[in-house]
Nanobody
């Protein structure tokens, strides 16, 4: 089970850190991904991190502003977002996969989403 949190309202240019807490004892075996879905749009890939945290991969347009990290001792993955823009407004989802992928279909477990609103 995945539980995302940390969303809220932030002004453009601001920062926000999302968290995703996982239950279970096998957290470190899973790569974790973040996705987002803006109103009226399809869910899109944000970034992913390997089980040991050694590798990350981001959507090209977000690289440099978004950073994913994880703490396996706490069964938690984070998404640090800086220089936020109104177009970053979306519901953000965390997800788990045994692969290392940008594809939604490769993810087996999903959190419930946390809403981020960036005001201009």
């Amino acid at each position: 089970q995945l539980q995302a949190s940390g969303g809220g309202l932030v002004q453009a240019g601001g920062s926000l850190r999302l968290s995703c807490a996982a239950s279970g004892r096998t957290f470190s075996r899973y790569s974790m991904g973040w996705f987002r879905q803006a109103p009226g749009k399809e869910r899109e890939f944000v970034g992913t991190i390997t089980g040991n945290g050694g590798s990350t991969y981001y959507a090209g347009s977000l690289k440099g502003r978004f950073t994913i990290s994880r703490d396996n001792a706490k069964n938690t993955v984070y998404l640090q977002m800086i220089s936020l823009k109104p177009e970053d407004t979306a519901v953000y989802y965390c997800a788990a996969t045994m692969t290392f992928s940008t594809r939604l279909d490769d993810y087996d477990y999903w959190g419930q989403g946390t809403k981020v609103t960036v005001s201009s």
